[in-house]
């Protein structure tokens, strides 16, 4: 594993989708919902008050009602980046030690390498299961 690269990669992210907006807050946010079908709005906030609301997680509903720097943040979030992110959660959590801040991402599944060596596999499999084929009915063919 690349963990300075992950680590990079997802402090990138964290900067594209304005986590440190909310530090100082309590709250879980959770971003795996897909949001690139939804055409005629362009921000997280907009689906608010719509009848998208029912498909933000109803905690991050919540907050942007009733939190407005959850509602601020939630208005520099372009849905198409969160469809993009690979990060899946955020949990914020302020305390008398400071700010704790954790992510949570997905996992890439499948990753363009991991999908060529299943091909590879899957070839020589194939090729292995021909061969045998193909002898068995030379046996057959001999026997006869």
């Known amino acids: 594993m690349m963990q300075e690269e992950s680590a990079s990669y997802l402090k990138l992210w964290s900067h594209a989708l304005f986590l440190h907006e909310l ?5 879980y946010v959770e971003l795996k919902t897909n949001y690139s079908w939804i055409k005629d709005k362009k921000y997280l906030s907009e689906l608010v008050g719509t009848e998208y609301e029912s498909d933000l997680p109803p905690n991050l509903a919540e907050s942007i009602k009733s939190q407005p720097q959850v509602k601020q ?12 992110s690979p990060i899946s959660a955020v949990i914020f959590n302020a305390g008398r030690g400071g700010n704790l801040i954790e992510v949570e991402s997905e996992e890439v599944y499948p990753s363009p390498a991991g999908l060529a060596r299943e091909r590879g596999f899957q070839r020589q499999l194939a090729v292995k299961i021909r061969k045998k084929i193909d002898s068995s009915s030379m046996m057959r063919v ?3």
Request: proline share 0%; hydrophobic share 45%; net charge neutral.
């Open 23 to 27: 530090a100082g807050l309590t709250c």
């Open 142 to 144: 001999r026997l006869l």
């Open 73 to 84: 943040w939630a208005s520099k979030i372009e849905l198409e980046s969160i469809s993009s």
